[in-house]
C-alpha cells in the first residue's frame, strides 16, 4: 500500500485478513492521513492533541465500526454515541429520541423547537417522499432539487447543515443521490445508524495506531517517512518495483496528486493496454474538484457548552443588529470529548475564506451565538478536505491495471468523501487482490 490513511490502513488489513502479506509505505512521520491527530499548545502552556479536522462518525459506518473491532479498538469507549440532534445554542432544532427507527425521527420532527407546523408538514411530506422513492433520485438531481416543497427555515435548520456536513458540498450543488444514500442508511439502517458517534480520543487513536498496530503484529510492514515518487513494472510483467524491492500487486492509498504523477511515470515504461488503462483512469482523477474545510480550535478558561456538539446558525444577528458573517456550522466542545476543559472546535464546511478572516468571523461567531470571548489556538484549513459531490459525478474505480489498484475516499462508491467512503474502497481493493494479483505479496 502507498498510504497510510483510513484507506491504506484499512486495505493492509483487510488484504492481511485475506492471507496476503502487506507493506504500507507512508511518506509522513504521522499515520491517518487527512483523520491523523496534531500537536498543538493552549493559551495557557498546557499541550494538547488536536485533529488535524474535527470528525463526525455516524452509526451507519458500518465496515468503520467492524475495522474498529478488528483491530482492538472499543468504539463504545473512544466514540461518544448520541442520537442525532442539530440544536443551536439557543435551544431551536432537531433532536431525536433514544427510540427506534423511524419513530425516533418522526417524535424529533414533530417535537423540532422554534419550527412551525407548515415547517413539519413540509419536511414529512418530502421524507415520506424520499422513502416511497426508496431514497433513489435522478442522478442530476441536487439536494435543492430533492427539496422543493420543504419550507425555507427547515432547509436552513436542517437540510442546508446536514448536506455540507455529510458532502461538504453546498445543497445546490450537492448530489441528491449520494444525500439520499447517507440518509436512507442513517434513518433506516437499523438501531443506532443515524446515531452521532464523536470521537471521545484522538483520531491518530482512534484508528490508525491501532491498525498500524495490528498490521505489524500480524506480519505487516507500516514503514513512515517513505515518499513513494516511482513505481516500476518488472520487465516480465508480473511484478512492480517500489525502491529494491517487488510486489505482486500496488494499492495506491496517496493522495490524488500524487497518484497521478506516480502513474504518468509508470505510462511511460507499460505496456500499451495497461498505458491506456492508465490514461482513462487519470481522465477521471482529473475531473475531480475539490471543498475546503476550515477548523477553528479556540480556548477560553471555563468555556462550555450546554452539548457535545452544537449547531451554529449563519445568519445571526450581532452585538449592533447586523446580520455578521457567521461562517461555521458546527462547534463541539473537546473538554466533554476528553480534551482539555475550555477548548472548543468550530468547524465550517465548504469554506472559501482565508485562514485569519475565517479564524477573525469565528471568533466574532462564538461571542455573537455563545456569549464566549475565545482566544484562537489554531486553525487548520485542508484546502483540498474533500471531493466536491456533485450530481451525476463519475468517480475513479478502484481498478487502474491488471495488479495496480487505487483506494481512498474519492472512488467509486455509495458514499461521499468519509472515513466510511475511505475503509470500504480500502476493503474493496483489498478484495479486488485476489482478482488483480495470483500472489500474495502487496
Ligand atoms: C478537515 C476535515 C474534516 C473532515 N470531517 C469528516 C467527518 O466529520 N466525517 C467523515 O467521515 N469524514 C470527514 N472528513 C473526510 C475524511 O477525513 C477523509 O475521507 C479520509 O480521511 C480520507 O482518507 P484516505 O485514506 O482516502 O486519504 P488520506 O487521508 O488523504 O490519505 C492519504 C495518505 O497518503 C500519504 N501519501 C501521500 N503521498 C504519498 C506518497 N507519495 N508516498 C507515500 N504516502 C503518501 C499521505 O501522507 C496520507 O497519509 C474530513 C476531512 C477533513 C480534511
Redo the contacts with the bound molecule.
Sequence with gaps: M???????LAAAVAAIRQGHKATV????HTL????RAINAKLPNGISAVLD??Q???IGAYSETLRMLQTVGVDAELALLRLPLALVFPDGGGLQLPRWPAPLDAAWGILSARGWSLTDKASLIKTALRWQSDSFVCASTDSVADLCIGVSPRVMRELIAPLCVSALNTPAERASGQVFLRVLGDSLFGGAGSSNLLLPRVDLGRLFPEAAARWIEAHGGQVQLG????QIQPDPARTAWHIGEQAFDAVIL???LP?ITKVLSNIELLATQSVATDIRNWVRLAGALRFEA?T?VYAWAQGATLQAPMLALRHDHPGDDGQMGLAPAQFVFDRGQLGGPAGLLAFVVSASHLDRSSLQAQVLQQAKDQLGLTLHPVQT?V?KR??FACTPGLRRPPIHIAPGLLAC??YCDGPYP??????VRSGIEAAVALGDSANNTQS
Design positions: 502507498v498510504g497510510a490513511g483510513w484507506a491504506g509505505f507512508e511518506a509522513s491517518g492521513g487527512r483523520a488535524n479536522g470528525h463526525i462518525l517513505q515518499r513513494i515518487g492509498a496517496n493522495s500524487n474545510i477548523t487548520v485542508e478536505a474533500t481512498g475516499d468523501a468519509t472515513l466510511e467512503g475511505a
